[in-house]
């Protein structure tokens, strides 16, 4: 019998038990990259995110769940401030919560196992073990929101032009705009998609300004077209997905849309990163591997540059980020919030030609 190290199973790296160390993101990123199960894929994650943000990829952040409410908004803004994240996707709800810190209302822990009923009563509103207030974090917040929309001008506008007029907004209204990611966002060029234009406070708010005659509502077709022209005029792309749902789903719609629907030559993004508590069971996009969104034409290869990990991303985001800020030196923000128009344009020049070309043969 051959001897095991000759095994082509067997030519893995040598497992020993590891101890902690001084307590540094990279040592923790290197003993979890040396153990096993999930840990393994958390510390690929780190570095794949390292290898995105040091090859100058254009990096989108795509933002469901209720973790900024719950004060994860700071590692973003973090992010924004390095340099490491140049365009954003997130749900309504979560950019409508973020101005409730920097307008100083109350947002604090609670408890996910309580008596709802005796809540309600109370006038507290429960997002799992965080808690708001209806009348002073609620109500007072679509109060500020209305002040907001009286400054605006009614006109056809992509949600990211309006998260940036929104940014600006508390930016200058707020006592604690440096607590507003949003806010970060609208300084450092970045813009924020919405996976949806009425799937949230957002959206009623706007609904009820419209009864009295004003239309701000951004539109939805502008909106993917400007985010599909930022995804076409990237040299590369990496996309870093919290959790799945509608913001996974946009921000992975724009390349396919690109080659499938304007008939633009685009092969799909170049790196990718989700961390999910989904499984892939029934089909559902929030447990849809990477693999599978190859065959849509949202990726270009299956079998490199995907990292996708199995864990609640309250857990797993810390140390990715924690990583690349202690690894990666700040990049030069691309201000992409100043160039889309260009962006835009060039989508158009290229559909045009694709369909010139298309109708010609």
């Known amino acids: ?32 990259d040396s153990t096993c199960f999930e840990a393994r894929n958390v510390a690929s994650a780190a570095k794949l995110f390292k290898f995105m943000i040091e090859s100058g990829d254009t990096i989108w952040l795509g933002v469901a769940g209720a973790g900024p409410v719950g004060g994860m908004g700071g590692y973003i803004i973090d992010l924004i401030k390095a340099g490491f994240v140049d365009a954003i996707c997130s749900t309504g709800a979560q ?9 100083g209302l109350p947002v604090v822990q609670g408890q996910s196992r309580v008596d709802d009923n005796a809540m309600d009563v109370d006038g507290t509103t429960r997002i799992f073990d965080i808690n708001i207030r209806m009348k ?15 400054s605006l001008e009614p006109k056809q506008r992509s949600t990211a032009e309006f998260c940036f007029e929104w940014g600006k907004y508390i930016k200058k209204h707020s006592p604690h705009p440096e607590q ?16 949806s234009e009425s799937n949230h ?93 190859v065959t849509w034409g949202k990726y270009k290869d299956a079998t490199k540059g995907l990292v996708q990990v199995w864990g609640e991303y309250s857990v797993i985001v810390p140390l990715l980020v924690g990583y690349v800020l202690e690894n990666c030196k700040p990049r030069q923000h691309k201000r992409i919030i100043d160039n889309k128009a ?14 010139k070309s298309s109708q010609d043969k």
């Open 342 to 355: 260009e962006f835009y344009r060039r989508l158009l020049d290229a559909r045009k030609k694709a369909k």
């Open 95 to 103: 950019v409508y919560h973020d101005a409730h810190f920097a307008f």
């Open 180 to 195: 507003s990611w949003v806010a970060a966002a609208a300084e450092y060029g970045v813009p924020i998609f919405l996976d």
């Open 201 to 293: 406070s957002i959206g009623m708010n706007n609904a009820d300004v419209f009864c009295d005659g004003k239309d701000i509502a951004p539109h939805p077709s502008l909106s993917l077209l400007e985010g599909a022209s930022i995804v076409y005029c990237s040299p590369q792309l990496g996309f870093f997905e919290w959790g799945g749902g509608g913001p996974k789903n946009w921000i992975q719609t724009l390349a396919p849309m690109l080659s499938q629907i304007a008939g633009v030559d685009f092969e799909g993004a170049d790196r990718g990163i989700q961390v999910t508590t989904a499984f892939e069971r029934d089909g559902g996009l929030s447990g849809c591997t990477f693999g599978e969104a």
């Open 136 to 150: 002073e974090t609620l109500i007072a917040q679509d109060e500020l929101f209305h002040e907001f929309a009286e």
């Open 1 to 32: 019998m051959s001897h095991w190290k000759h095994s082509k199973f067997m030519q893995g790296r040598q497992i020993v038990p590891v101890h902690s160390k001084s307590g540094s993101f990279s040592d923790i990123i290197s003993n979890l």
